[in-house]
C-alpha cells in the first residue's frame, strides 16, 4: 500500500451534474498530481497542486478545477459532465524536494450517464 | 508532441518463462522512466525507475534498461510466477517547469503468466 487514499471508490452520476472527488496523499507529501484513466488506456496528466497552488495541468478544459489544502490533502471537481468524463480518476502524491517518484491511490471510478 | 509507445499489448508466457516489454518516447528531453505494474481496480503500482544518467537496473527479477540514443526502454522480468499477471504500464516524463515532472504514459501491456 502506497498511504495514498481516494474517496469515494466509486460513483455514478448523470450528464450535467457536478462531482467532487477527493485524495489524501501519504504522510509528508507537498504534490499531488490527478490523472484521468479511460478503460484499456494509460492515465492522462489532469494537472498537479504544490503546495496549494496549481502546478501545471495537461491538455482538459477549465471545467476540470482542483483545490489542495494546507495538510495537502486535494480536491478534483468537475463541472458539467460528459459521457466522456466516464473513467478511473488518479492521483499521486511525491514529496517534490527529493524525489520524481510519484504514488499513486487506488482510485475513484467514475460513471457518467 | 508527447507521446510514448509501447508493446506488445498483450503477452502470454508459461510460468518460469521471461517477459519483456518495450517502449519508445518522443521527446529526448524525458529524464525519468518509471514502470508501473496495475491489477484489476487497483491504482498503479510503481515497480521500477531508471533515470537518464543510468543504462540499466535491476532490482530482484525485474530489471530496466535505457537507450538514449535510440530512445528506447524495456522492462525485463525473469522467472514469471502467475502473481506478476497484470497490466504494466511504462511512462516517461521530464522537468516541464511543474514542481515534479507529470508522467506520459504508454498504452499499457496486459501480462498473462500460465501456471
Known amino acids: 500500500e502506497t498511504g495514498v487514499t481516494q474517496s469515494p471508490t466509486h460513483l455514478i452520476k448523470t450528464r450535467g451534474q457536478q462531482v467532487t472527488l477527493r485524495c489524501s496523499s501519504q504522510?509528508?507529501?507537498?504534490?499531488v498530481s490527478w490523472y484521468q484513466q479511460a478503460l484499456g488506456q494509460g492515465p492522462q496528466f489532469i494537472f498537479q497542486?504544490?503546495?496549494?497552488?496549481?502546478?501545471g495541468r495537461g491538455n482538459f478544459p477549465p471545467r476540470f478545477s482542483g483545490l489542495q489544502f494546507p495538510n495537502y490533502s486535494s480536491e478534483l471537481n468537475v463541472n458539467a459532465l460528459e459521457l466522456d468524463d466516464s473513467a478511473l480518476y488518479l492521483c499521486?502524491?511525491?514529496?517534490?524536494?527529493?524525489?520524481?517518484?510519484?504514488?499513486f491511490g487506488p482510485g475513484t471510478r467514475l460513471t457518467v450517464l | 508532441g508527447e507521446n510514448v509507445e509501447q508493446h506488445p499489448s498483450t503477452l502470454s508466457v508459461q510460468e518460469g518463462d521471461s517477459a519483456v516489454i518495450k517502449c519508445t518516447y518522443s521527446?529526448?528531453?524525458?529524464?525519468?522512466f518509471p514502470w508501473y505494474k496495475q491489477e484489476l481496480g487497483k491504482g498503479p503500482q510503481l515497480i521500477i525507475d531508471?533515470?537518464?544518467?543510468?543504462g540499466e537496473k535491476k532490482d530482484q527479477r525485474i530489471a530496466v534498461t535505457l537507450n538514449k540514443t535510440a530512445k528506447h526502454f524495456s522492462l525485463h522480468i525473469t522467472e514469471t510466477q502467475p502473481e506478476d499477471s497484470a497490466v504494466y504500464f511504462c511512462a516517461a516524463s521530464w522537468d516541464y517547469g511543474g514542481a515534479t515532472n507529470k508522467l506520459i504514459f504508454g498504452t499499457g501491456t496486459l501480462l498473462a503468466v500460465q501456471p
Open positions: 521527446d529526448s528531453a524525458s529524464n525519468y
Open positions: 499521486a502524491s511525491t514529496e517534490a524536494e527529493f524525489t520524481d517518484t510519484q504514488y
Open positions: 531508471i533515470r537518464s544518467n543510468v
Open positions: 504522510s509528508g507529501h507537498n504534490t
Open positions: 497542486y504544490y503546495r496549494e497552488e496549481e502546478n
